[in-house]
């Protein structure tokens, strides 16, 4: 089975909309990994179904299949990064942001939807029960707009490994369509298990995945080479368990070097799954 390789929109933070989704496409690319952020499908400004239905006209074009991602900074809040989450307060916007992006991820075809739980604000107690609630909301709406949900464990956050994934998977009564976002940095970042390990773990539930090079104990994302992690093993494990979905590059901080960082990547990614997945594999 061949591995599908993609590349994060937040990693191209600097070009417009479309002239990444090109670039991304020219490089061979074969999805993308689109973050619904101020210049790149911005879900509150106005016109949304025109503008989805154009960005649709071009993934169908360039060939670009895709999954959305939710981790916009500052697109809810201009003071803080990520607020509000299904944690605060004043959850809200959240859950509105999270339907528009199911709605967005519907309107698009979509392979997946993902998010994370967020940081839990200091003194609140109920933290947990705040984010199960938030969760069935956007559940309920991902299954009625047929829509598969990934749910991404991020260092720091309230669910930050695979198992408050598992705990969060379980709490919410085990629905269809929520899957696991799985960061293969974040697995040598924090996970008891080899990355590798990581992957067969939760193969049944893997409806998305990014991919970057990471240390462990560190919560950054490098470019392939830079980091600890020996990539074909994964990309093999990835195979082996039969995943389908994108493989994307997700690479928010080099927006600067965008093209040069992407050409670079699929080229190692290549590389990394001819020497990790055999010639039978790849063509089956």
Known sequence: MTLRFGYGTNGFANHRLPDALRVIADLGYEGVALTLDHDH??????????????????????????????????LLDPWRKHAPTLLDDEPALRLEFLRKAVRVGADLGAEAVSFWSGVAPPGVPDAWDRLVRGTVSIVDAAAAAGMTLGFEPEPGMLVADIAGWRRLYADLGSPPGFGITLDIGHCRCLEPLP???????????????????????????????????????VLRALSDAGYRGLVAVELPRHSHAAPTVAADSIDFLRTARDQGVPQVALTT
Do not use: K, S, W
Request: hydrophobic share 45%; aromatic share 6%.
């Open 41 to 74: 499908l911005d879900p509150f400004a106005p016109d949304l179904p025109r503008r989805t239905a154009e960005v649709a006209a071009l993934l169908d074009r360039l060939g670009l299949a895709v999954v959305i991602e939710t981790g916009a900074r500052y």
């Open 195 to 233: 990355v590798p390990e990581c992957v067969a773990a939760v193969a049944e539930y893997l409806v998305n995945v990014q991919i970057d090079d990471m240390r462990r104990g560190t919560h950054e994302h490098l470019e392939f080479g830079e980091g600890e992690i020996d990539f074909p093993p």
